[in-house]
């Protein structure tokens, strides 16, 4: 078995999965760095099983991806769409090249894209947050918000990742508030890590309209179950088809992704809240959701249970989602539980039983 890895070569997702290789007594993967690949290096050929990494957390790979002659600063919402564009090109290259794909190119190219993924997801019959048609700023946000009867939405950019350039809108009748890493700055707009609410509609409205030429998702927002006088929801890695890891993520606001200062949870406490009937369900919709993407080993489902814990809905898909250090699941983390899908075959069986999946959509 001969593994290659697409990713940055210092990145943890990288070390991660080259250690779990390494445990499992295979030779250490081929890394071919992201940089290489966009400035001319061969993609693997056939005979080559290669897993393709998140390009992220890298300025050089960015600006690559890009097109642009300097790196974003840190932090900077800019060019989400032009680096989508640039992954999906470079895909296109891997995918001709001939190597047998842990993730498939299209596939990863629905993943991140949040209204294709949305539009598979609700064709497939997988429980989803309720969407708004397209909006090219502000003011067609608040018009779809209105004819739609909804005063709380999600506004997420297409092609963002945790929780970059997303704003939790809530609008009332003589106030509104959005809640977002989003940081202002005279030259630009920054993901920060820090979540800042603002309360004025002029702010608002340039927020959505300086992120709307990116492409813009709106989702309604829906009431989270909690856990105390938190709000919770789970990251669920998915492998081969089997839900295999999860991590509770709490937060007193609306964003919950761990990055911005929230805690994990327990983990014990939801299962019990919600009951075994409602996790069964909830861990069969995330098989669910997995199988409209039959040609990833992995994807991270991001999935909440609702007020009442009775219902649930998936948030999101991740084609990069299995970073949870210190999650395991019978003794192995993500990696290492996808090294023992390739090694037993758990994969090949999976995948054999693509054929058989309902049609997922676009």
Same mark, same amino acid.
């Given at each position: ?17 080259? @250690?779990?290789?390494? &445990? +499992? #007594?295979? =030779?250490? /993967?081929?890394? *071919?760095?992201?940089? %290489? ?81 949305? @539009?598979?997801?609700? &064709? +497939? #019959?997988? =429980?989803? /947050?309720?969407? *708004?048609?397209?909006? %090219? ?226």
């Amino acid at each position: 078995m001969r593994l290659t890895v697409l990713g940055n070569p210092d990145n943890r997702r990288v070390t991660g999965f080259t @250690a779990a290789v390494r &445990a +499992a #007594g295979l =030779p250490a /993967p081929t890394v *071919l760095p992201w940089a %290489d690949l966009l400035t001319g290096a061969t993609p693997p050929g056939p005979g080559t099983l290669l897993r393709v990494d998140s390009p992220g957390e890298d300025p050089q790979v960015d600006r690559l991806l890009r097109g642009a002659a300097a790196p974003a600063r840190h932090g900077e919402l800019l060019g989400l769409a032009d680096t989508y564009a640039g992954m999906v090109d470079a895909l296109d290259r891997v995918a001709a090249g001939g190597a047998e794909l842990l993730n498939d190119p299209t596939e990863i190219a629905v993943l991140c894209d949040k209204r294709r993924c949305h @539009a598979r997801l609700t &064709a +497939a #019959g997988v =429980p989803v /947050p309720p969407a *708004l048609g397209p909006v %090219d700023g502000y003011a067609s946000l608040r018009a779809a918000m209105d004819r739609a009867g909804w005063h709380r939405v999600f506004v997420k950019p297409a092609h963002g990742s945790s929780a970059a350039g997303v704003i939790a809108l809530a609008v009332g009748a003589h106030r509104l508030q959005a809640v977002t890493p989003i940081e202002v700055a005279p030259d630009g707009l920054f993901n920060s890590l820090r979540i800042r609410r603002y309360d004025d509609e002029a702010t608002i409205a340039a927020l959505v309209d300086r992120l709307a030429p990116e492409g813009l998702h709106v989702e309604r927002w829906l009431p989270k179950a909690g856990l105390g006088d938190r709000v919770v929801d789970l990251r669920v890695v998915v492998v081969a088809g089997e839900p295999r890891h999860a991590v509770v993520r709490t937060a007193r606001g609306p964003l919950t992704n761990l990055h911005l200062g929230n805690a994990r949870g327990d983990l014990t406490a939801l299962r019990a809240a919600a009951g075994p009937a409602a996790w069964s369900a909830a861990m069969r919709t995330c098989q669910r959701a997995a199988a409209c993407f039959p040609g990833s080993l992995q994807v991270g489902v991001d999935l909440m249970f609702l007020t009442g814990w009775q219902r649930h809905a998936v948030a999101e898909v991740n084609a990069f989602g299995d970073l949870l250090p210190g999650v395991l699941a019978d003794g192995r983390d993500t990696y290492a539980a996808q090294v023992h899908a390739l090694t037993s075959g758990q994969w090949a069986r999976w995948r054999a039983t693509a054929p058989e999946v309902p049609a997922c959509g676009a």
